[in-house]
């Protein structure tokens, strides 16, 4: 039980990663026209797993 916690959570990371990684790389090509969609899709993410952002 305790490694599908593990698993589940490192799941959650690695998609908050790629997304906080996509919002980066638009911030980088273009300072004022990062994707609404991406920031949205981060926020979402960050609403659905607050733990992943208290660790």
């Known amino acids: ?14 998609e908050l990663a790629e997304t906080l990684n ?5 911030y980088l090509r273009n ?3 990062i994707d609404p969609v991406i920031l949205s899709k981060a926020s979402e993410i960050l609403k659905k797993y ?6």
């Open 22 to 26: 996509e919002v980066i790389n638009s």
């Open 50 to 55: 607050p733990h992943v952002n208290s660790k």
């Open 1 to 14: 039980m305790h490694n599908e916690l593990e698993r589940h959570m490192l799941k959650q990371r690695n």
């Open 31 to 33: 300072e004022k026209n």
